[in-house]
């Protein structure tokens, strides 16, 4: 007896992920964060579905998963360059204060008016600190660097969370390879069980 698939079976997509047709409500909003590209997450989801062409709920599920965790995979990668500009200020805190190129305020505090000033790229700080810098043998990239070794901990963390995304769409694209091999080997089994007939030829000479 031929087994219902009928409750897993929705309606195709018209166009893909295109506005006439969502799997939002099925399966929540994209990961799409303030600021970035609707459509390129759109278009990225458009091409999966090109290549797989989902057939029912449980595969468009996993589909859905394989490019949510994608998209996620570069969110992270993005933030860690992101987290270089935006903390760029510690790794010259931090290297000034190894050069004891720190100005000492009230009580022995550090002054981090320098550092504030190189951060808001007020010309005079970011002249002083490439000055200091170039005394000691030192260019940009020694604030690279630095501000790297201050995010290190930060970043092992994001490349951990990357690798168990890569892990997890394996798994969303595996489930869907087995179902899609599971359903071609089931439509070759029931070729095989009703061959083609052809229609008999009547003997030469028998009218």
Same mark, same amino acid.
């Given at each position: ?35 970035? &590209? ?25 589909? /859905?998963?394989?490019?949510?965790? +994608? ?10 360059? @992101?987290?270089?500009?935006? @903390? ?6 931090? +290297? ?6 720190? &100005?000492?305020?009230?009580?022995? +505090?550090? &002054?981090?008016?320098?550092?504030? &000033?190189?951060?808001?790229? /007020? ?6 600190? #490439? ?18 070794? =201050? ?6 963390? +994001? ?19 087995? =179902? ?5 080997? #089931?439509?070759? =089994? ?15 000479? =028998?009218?």
């Amino acid at each position: 007896m031929a087994k219902d698939n009928s409750i897993l079976a929705l309606p195709p997509p018209s166009g893909a992920s295109g506005d006439a047709w969502s799997d939002d409500d099925l399966f929540g909003p994209p990961p799409i964060m303030p600021g970035e &590209d609707r459509e390129a997450y759109k278009a990225l989801l458009d091409q999966f579905y090109a290549a797989v062409q989902p057939k029912n709920i449980l595969e468009r599920m996993w589909l /859905r998963d394989a490019v949510n965790l +994608i998209w996620e995979s570069k969110q992270y990668r993005r933030f860690k360059g @992101d987290l270089m500009r935006v @903390d760029a200020h510690k790794g010259v805190r931090e +290297i000034l204060r190894s050069l004891g190129a720190l &100005d000492q305020s009230f009580a022995g +505090i550090e &002054d981090d008016g320098l550092v504030k &000033d190189w951060a808001g790229c /007020r010309p005079s700080a970011v002249k002083k600190v #490439t000055r200091i810098l170039e005394a000691a043998g030192l260019g940009q990239n020694a604030i690279v660097a630095k501000t790297f070794d =201050v995010n290190l901990e930060l970043f092992e963390h +994001i490349d951990r969370l990357i690798a168990n995304n890569e892990m997890r769409k394996s798994g969303a694209l595996h489930e869907i390879q087995a =179902v899609i091999k599971a359903a071609n080997a #089931t439509e070759e =089994v029931e070729d095989a069980e009703f061959p083609k007939l052809e229609t008999p030829q009547a003997p030469r000479g =028998v009218q």
